[in-house]
């Protein structure tokens, strides 16, 4: 078995089958190489693909390099793929063009092997690098569940977005029972493991739409949306349900959850998790391992 990181992939743009053909020469024995004959081609494999590195020439028919490389980065889902441009234009201007409008590098034709080489191998070793740092910068490394920052990065977004399309968003906070009592009794090591195993199994339960968070210690957040608070709250006993029949460890372990729907009476994402915050109170001083609802109170 070998820890060797998979193969970066590069996309190579350019309307010239010969010029495609001697690039990929040279990188595809270290990269998975794929190639575009156009600007449009370009952005539907970028969003399809996410490549590590696009090399792209700024001559084609029907969308330039330039204007792909405004697109690539006007969207979020490819503004951090770095564009270097391949191309026949060797003055100033149309480099100072290429770098200001976000490309990392700029490479003149005709194309020369080391040249492309190192380069290539330079960004894509600071894209890694990159990805890395980000990741863990957003990820809670105990659990690879998001964390606490990454949550209150992209709540407003969500809020924004529910708000706009008049969908519903729910929140849930799932905080585990005595959880320090556990600690004490069975070891901080022992804690870290059912931290790991109840985070993995919210984590499946939940879709693809929705986000879990551990906010800190052992408290959860899960962001749900399109969501009412009824369903919030069925897929919340669900999850209630089998942490109590989860043994993780071979400990039993019980959660008390809040729930709270984001309204119009809330200002921010905060009045939306101080009122799910409030429910998980309830259900602590109620005698624990259920879940409480907040029900938002409307202005008359």
């Not at 894209?127 to 209150?152: E, F, I, P, V």
């Not at 969908?167 to 799932?174: A, E, F, Y």
């Not at 968070?213 to 957040?221: A, P, Q, S, V």
């Not at 101080?274 to 938002?296: F, I, P, V």
């Amino acid at each position: 078995m070998t820890n060797e990181l998979p193969l970066s992939t590069v996309l190579i743009v350019d309307d010239s089958p010969s010029n495609i053909r001697v690039m990929a020469a040279v990188l595809q024995e270290r990269y998975r190489v794929k190639t575009a004959t156009s600007g449009q081609q370009c952005l539907d494999m970028a969003l399809r693909h996410k490549p590590d590195l696009i090399l792209l020439d700024i001559e084609m028919p029907g969308i330039s390099g330039y204007e792909t490389c405004r697109e690539l980065k006007d969207m979020s889902e490819t503004r951090d793929i770095p564009v270097i441009f391949v191309t026949g234009r060797d003055n100033i201007e149309d480099e100072e063009m290429g770098l200001r409008i976000g490309a990392v590098d700029y490479i003149t034709k005709p194309i020369r092997p080391v040249i492309l080489s190192a380069r290539v191998d330079t960004h894509v070793t600071l894209k890694r690098q990159q990805d890395r740092l980000l990741q863990l910068a957003m990820h809670d490394q105990l659990t690879g569940l998001y964390n606490r920052h990454y949550m209150l990065e992209m709540v407003d977004q969500r809020l924004s977005r529910a708000r706009r399309h008049n969908t519903p968003l729910s929140l849930l906070i799932v905080d585990l029972d005595h959880f320090k009592k556990i600690n004490d009794t069975h070891g901080h090591i022992v804690g870290d493991q059912i931290l790991e195993q109840v985070s993995a199994l919210l984590n499946q339960q939940c879709r693809t739409e929705d986000t879990v968070t551990r906010f800190g210690g052992e408290e959860f957040l899960i962001l749900m949306e399109p969501c009412s608070l009824n369903q919030a709250h069925y897929k919340a006993e669900v999850m209630r349900h089998q942490i109590s029949e989860l043994m993780p460890s071979g400990i039993e372990v019980t959660v008390s959850i809040g729930a709270a729907e984001f309204s119009d009476s809330d200002t921010n994402f905060n009045d939306m998790l101080k009122r799910a915050d409030d429910a998980l109170y309830r259900a602590k001083a109620n005698g624990r391992n259920q879940t409480e609802l907040s029900h938002a109170t409307v202005e008359v």
